[in-house]
């Protein structure tokens, strides 16, 4: 079981020789289950990571990029959710009570999302990350079906009624704590700006070759009423995790690795 979930994790992470850019209907900010997708015209910001979107896949790449993987099938999709049910099957005899009764109810569930689903094949949009090492028998991808995102996560590891879990996303609105710092920012010791709107900032000006103006440099979620973290491009061109505090006066204090600081100031 564990060697077919492999292979069609393995299947997604081919690419089509043809390039693909981005269908427009994506774009916008999704939520589904426990899983938020922020899709812009130039990346997809995915479990909190900025992965920039590529028409085709390089050989080589840094960071994390999303990008459209070879095409699925609903038939592929039901053969997983196959094995999801004889997976509960065979540990049930070894489940509790109360186990049984959630595992029953997710397989349901899940069986009455695909029960929505077109008899189409669809164009998955997964996402990669050079700097991610992990086990390699759980992921994730999302597909397009009538205007409506779904998330399809696979795992083996998590308990049989998990190998498949399949949830619709519905558009939403940013966190109404990222309107105190939208608008235009800019660093007078760095010499670079930009303006945030609904936590993802645009360049306004640059001090580094590796980024242009008009690139997305700086995703914030909020951690509290005046605090954030999210990620941040470095003059290197690489993303950075940093945290931003709402100062009092104003400003926006900036935090990053190796006790890194810095300010921006409202233009």
């Known amino acids: 079981m564990i060697r077919l979930l492999n292979s069609c994790l393995l299947l997604l992470a081919c690419v089509s020789a043809h390039a693909q850019p981005m269908n427009p209907s994506w774009v916008g900010r999704w939520?589904?289950?426990?899983?938020?997708?922020?899709v812009t015209p130039k990346n997809v910001i995915n479990q909190e990571r900025i992965c920039r979107?590529?028409?085709?896949?390089?050989?080589?790449?840094?960071?994390?990029?999303?990008?459209y993987a070879v095409n699925?099938?609903?038939?592929?999709?039901?053969?997983?959710?196959?094995?999801?049910?004889?997976?509960?099957?065979?540990?049930?005899?070894?489940?509790?009570?109360a186990y049984k009764t959630r595992a029953a109810k997710t397989v349901q569930d899940v069986k009455s999302k695909l029960a929505q689903l077109s008899n189409e094949t669809f164009r998955p949009i997964v996402t990669s990350d050079a700097d991610y090492q992990g086990s390699g028998d759980c992921g994730?991808?999302?597909?397009?079906?009538?205007?409506?995102?779904?998330?399809?996560?696979?795992?083996?590891?998590a308990g049989a009624e998990f190998t498949l879990m399949f949830?619709?996303?519905?558009?939403?609105?940013?966190?109404?704590?990222?309107?105190?710092?939208?608008?235009?920012?800019h660093s007078?010791?760095?010499?670079?700006?930009?303006?945030?709107?609904?936590?993802?900032?645009?360049?306004?000006?640059?001090?580094?070759?590796?980024?242009?103006?008009?690139d997305e440099i700086i995703y914030?979620?909020?951690?509290?009423?005046?605090?954030?973290?999210?990620?941040?491009?470095?003059?290197?061109?690489?993303?950075?995790?940093?945290?931003?505090?709402?100062?009092?006066?104003?400003?926006?204090?900036?935090k990053g690795e190796k006790n890194i600081s810095w300010t921006m100031t409202r233009q």
């Not at 979107?53 to 990008?67: L, T």
């Not at 994730?140 to 590891?157: N, Q």
């Not at 949830?167 to 920012?185: C, F, K, S, V, Y």
């Not at 009423?225 to 690489?238: L, P």
């Open 72 to 97: 699925v099938k609903k038939t592929e999709i039901l053969e997983l959710f196959d094995l999801m049910q004889s997976r509960v099957k065979e540990q049930t005899p070894n489940m509790d009570a």
């Open 220 to 254: 914030l979620r909020p951690t509290g009423k005046n605090t954030f973290e999210g990620e941040q491009i470095y003059q290197n061109g690489k993303f950075n995790p940093i945290s931003v505090t709402l100062l009092p006066d104003g400003r926006l204090q900036f």
């Open 31 to 38: 939520h589904g289950g426990d899983t938020t997708l922020i």
């Open 167 to 185: 949830d619709p996303m519905q558009r939403t609105a940013a966190p109404i704590a990222l309107n105190a710092i939208d608008g235009r920012w």
């Open 140 to 157: 994730a991808y999302y597909i397009m079906d009538k205007g409506t995102p779904y998330v399809v996560r696979l795992c083996e590891s």
């Open 53 to 67: 979107w590529v028409d085709k896949a390089p050989e080589k790449f840094e960071g994390c990029i999303a990008r």
């Open 188 to 214: 007078a010791q760095w010499k670079y700006g930009y303006e945030l709107k609904g936590g993802v900032g645009t360049a306004t000006a640059t001090n580094s070759a590796r980024f242009k103006i008009g």
